[in-house]
């Protein structure tokens, strides 16, 4: 199956390389360039809120793109956007050389990789994705986004609505207690089902002058009771948010 799943993936991009010259792409840098901090709260017992300060990418390159965490390739125009070839940048593994979570074995962040689309439509944009974690997981998630926009003071807002789906097998790499792990820690073992969480977000971009934009960024996620039920997992929700300044093109 892993096998077939790579065989598409590239003849998608091949089928790419022979499109006709209507479907070129745009051959310049389009879109911001800049640094960020990033901010995502811990829902793990013992674990600390986690702040970083890395690249800030959102930007298109003829078929090549980024979106803050999410890095791809355009493989085929359809509907009001393309199907793309995607991977994720996550930092979802946490330590467990802790007080709190001794006798747990160390969760690596995954490496998703997979298919997704954004369609621009007249009414807003629609983001569709899936994926699969080439990592420690092996597991699933996809998600769906809907998100709108306005401009007010002269300032842009992207409000933003979706959900997510996570295999079981993410959910019980990340959140699960394995029979061995209860013995050697103080919780029960555990073995989460799939989940399917909601979140609402906002983007807000503001103009500074010069091509320099200072963008802004909230979500606030309800986890799933499947990984709220979880031994090791103290928060209801999943807070994450960035702050970034960009030079845009």
Not at 185 to 190: G, H, L, W
Request: glycine share 8%.
């Amino acid at each position: 199956m892993k096998q077939a799943v790579w065989i598409f993936l590239l003849w998608l991009i091949w089928g790419a390389m022979r499109v006709s010259a209507s479907e070129m792409f745009d051959s310049r840098l389009q879109g911001d360039v800049g640094l960020a901090s990033y901010s995502t709260r811990a829902i793990v017992e013992g674990s600390q809120a986690e702040l970083s300060v890395l690249p800030y990418l959102d930007f298109t390159y003829e078929r090549f793109f980024a979106r803050v965490d999410t890095f791809g390739y355009k493989a085929k125009k359809i509907g009001y956007g393309c199907l793309e070839v995607i991977a994720r940048f996550n930092q979802d593994g946490f330590r467990t050389d802790t007080p709190a979570l001794n006798g747990l074995s160390t969760r690596q962040s995954s490496l998703p990789v997979g298919l997704g689309t954004l369609q621009v439509t007249p009414l807003g944009g629609v983001f569709f994705n899936v994926f699969h974690d080439i990592n420690k997981s092996r597991g699933d998630w996809a998600e769906l986004i809907y998100g709108a926009k306005f401009k007010a003071s002269g300032v842009v807002f992207y409000p933003m609505l979706g959900f997510d789906y996570q295999s079981a097998a993410y959910t019980g790499y990340y959140y699960g207690v394995s029979a061995q792990e209860a013995i050697g820690s103080p919780f029960a073992s555990y073995a989460p089902a799939s989940a399917v969480n909601a979140f609402i977000a906002l983007i807000m971009d503001v103009g500074l002058g010069r091509n320099w934009h200072l963008n802004a960024y909230v979500r606030h996620k309800r986890l799933d009771d499947s990984i709220y039920r979880s031994p090791i997992v103290t928060q209801r929700y999943l807070d994450t948010a960035y702050l970034a300044l960009s030079y845009r093109y």
